[in-house]
Each structure stands twice: as C-alpha cells, then as structure tokens.
C-alpha cells in the first residue's frame, strides 16, 4: 500500500515510465543505450513506489509507553535546551531517515493536541547539529494523561521539499496512526522531561509504531 501523499508523484513516474520504455527505441538505434535508458526509467519508478509505501502495522495502543513515530535510526539521545514551546531543558531523541526508509510519520502517543505549528526554513543535512531549529521543521506538542506533555519535530533534510503535518490543535489523536509525511530524506525529534527512561540506544535501528521510545 501506498501513503496518498505520493499519489501524484506516483503517477507522473508512471507515465514517464512507461514513456521511456516505449520511446526507448525511437530515441537511439544503439541496442544497448535502449536497455539503459528501460533499466533507469524502471529503477526510477522503483524508487518513488518504494519511498511512498504505507506498510500497515499492529499497534500495541497504550498510554504506558510511548512509540517510534518514524523508521530510521537512532543519531541522538541528549539534553538539549527547547527555546520554543517549553523553553527549559528536555530529553531529546533523534530518529534519523534515509530516503529508503518509509517517510511516514506516525503519532507516538495518545492525546490532545495542544499546539502545532509549522516553521520554514534551510534545508541543511537532516543530521546537522542546528537543523533543528533553522532547518524547515514542524513543531507538534501532545498532552497525555500519563507523561503530560511531550514534543516531536519533523525536521526536513538536504533532500526533503515538503513536510506533511495533519495535527491541529485541539486534535485527540491515537498512538500509530498517520500524523504526517515528509519527502525525500528527513529526521524527527523527541523531546521528553529530564530523566526520562529511554528504551532504545544510539545507533539502533527504529520501526515508525512498533519500537518503544520509553515505558512507564
């Protein structure tokens, strides 16, 4: 299955596609630049179907935990000073997303969504130590009845040129279900009240709904 935010994507690969392997004979006599130019247009299209998947996954829905909202890797766990919601110290972790990692970010806990606020900005390498707050980013905060409030940033990388955010303020949303896409390389962060217990290590792979962040 795929996310619907890259229908149109998809489509337009399609028809490109399938252009090319048409047209492929008319645009050179030379045998082997055909097969070439068939072999790039599929691997193309292989690409933008295997970007957008959607893998559908059993979430165990809980309040004592709280989840991976993406897949990719762990790059940083520290304390950081947040300067725009909560302007103290938190708990931050890092999940970093290569472009052929699914880009589906989902919501890592229940509760309401208290604010939600999109930031443009540059585009530095996702894993740059300030792109989190100059880089384009999406700021969400969610109160939960177990850990209070916990923040996560959609952070855009060299690549990404859009990111998708569907939490609105005043939102009751549910652990594991889509809070979001962005596309074409990406990185989001967590940020949890100091001491946190973190339940994953630096470097671990994450699956976006099924690794537990943390547990109570």
């Given at each position: ?31 082997w ?6 072999v ?37 766990i ?6 725009e919601?909560?302007?103290d110290?938190?708990l931050?972790v ?19 969504v ?69 596309k ?6 967590l ?25 109570k």
């Amino acid at each position: 299955m795929f996310h619907k935010e890259g229908s149109k994507i998809i489509l337009i690969a399609v028809v490109i596609t399938v252009a090319l392997l048409l047209l492929s004979d008319t645009i050179t006599d030379i045998f082997w630049i055909q097969k070439v130019i068939q072999v790039f247009a599929l691997f193309l299209l292989i690409m933008v179907l295997q970007f957008f998947r959607n893998p559908k996954r059993e979430v165990d829905n809980s309040d004592n935990h709280i989840i991976a909202p993406v897949d990719g890797k762990v790059v940083v766990i520290e304390e950081v000073f947040e300067p725009e919601y909560f302007k103290d110290k938190r708990l931050m972790v890092s999940i970093f997303m290569s472009p052929i990692n699914v880009h589906v970010t989902r919501y890592a806990l229940n509760g309401i969504v208290k604010y939600s606020k999109y930031h443009p900005g540059k585009y530095l390498v996702a894993w740059h130590p300030k792109a989190s707050e100059e880089n384009e980013r999406t700021t969400v905060v969610i109160n939960n009845r177990i850990y209070g409030e916990v923040m996560y940033r959609q952070i855009a990388g060299a690549l990404a040129r859009r990111i998708v955010n569907y939490a609105q303020e005043g939102m009751r949303v549910v652990q594991g279900k889509d809070a979001g896409f962005i596309k074409f390389g990406s990185r989001v962060d967590l940020y949890f009240p100091i001491g946190t217990p973190i339940d994953v290590q630096l470097g671990q792979k994450a699956i976006g709904g099924k690794t537990v962040i943390t547990k109570k």
